[in-house]
């Protein structure tokens, strides 16, 4: 039998990457067999793309490098680690994909959305994750608060103006490709977020007989 992908999306300082964990911790409590993984990254080779994009150093970068870079760094990762680990059963858990660079490049850097998806495609091969969990909030006071308390990397020290395109972008892709996408309210309380993104996985793994 074969897992599924599940991807986690949502604007920077959103609580995507600790419901990530919380879920990962669940299905090891539970016994479900998985990975946990990232983007960009995932793969050795992978991390040291993440390197480059993210470091502040690089404030030169050019918006095609940049798209470029992610669809290399997420053909790698698809093919060296997350279709493998379908295919041997296990549900992947994955920070990020493919919705964020339509996102961020897409949108956010003015590339637009048919060019970023094209690139992608190429890296790709059209793979879709079977599940994108939203976590749905606007980024303005929470990524103030992931930056003070870090500093942040080279995207999230972009500036008020560049998120809020890039979540205004969200909207509308959402509305787009709407297909096996859930949103979830992330505002409320942690625990309450986790609890709705439990549901919602669940259901999700019910229908697809892996639990």
């Known amino acids: 039998m074969k897992g599924a992908f599940i991807a986690f999306e949502g604007p920077d300082g959103s609580g ?8 990962s911790n669940y299905f090891k409590d539970n016994n479900i067999d998985f990975i946990q ?16 994009l993210l470091d502040n150093r690089n404030k030169g970068m050019i918006p095609e490098t940049e798209a ?8 790698q990762h698809l093919r060296e680690k997350i279709l ?5 059963g296990k ?34 091969k059209g793979i879709r994750p079977d599940l994108t969990l939203f976590f749905h909030v606007d980024p303005t006071t929470t990524l103030i608060r992931k930056t003070n308390k ?14 809020k395109i890039v979540y205004e972008g969200y909207m509308e892709l959402i509305k787009t490709y709407s297909d096996n996408v859930i ?5 409320k309380s942690k625990e309450e977020v986790f609890e709705e993104t439990k549901i919602q996985i669940n259901n999700f793994l019910k229908r697809r007989g892996i639990i």
Do not use: W
């Open 68 to 75: 470029l870079l992610y669809a290399a760094s997420r053909g």
């Open 183 to 187: 949103i979830v309210d992330a505002t």
């Open 150 to 163: 870090k500093g942040g990397d080279r995207l999230e020290r972009e500036g008020d103006s560049f998120h």
């Open 84 to 88: 493998p680990a379908i295919e041997e």
């Open 16 to 23: 995507k990457s600790t419901m990530v964990r919380m879920i």
């Open 91 to 124: 549900v992947v858990l994955c920070d990020r994909f493919l919705l964020s660079s339509l996102a961020y490049q897409g949108v956010g850097r003015g590339l637009g959305i048919e060019e970023v998806m094209m690139i992608n495609d190429f890296a790709i």
């Open 37 to 52: 993984t990232r983007e960009p990254g995932g793969t050795r080779i992978g991390e040291d793309i993440r390197r480059i």
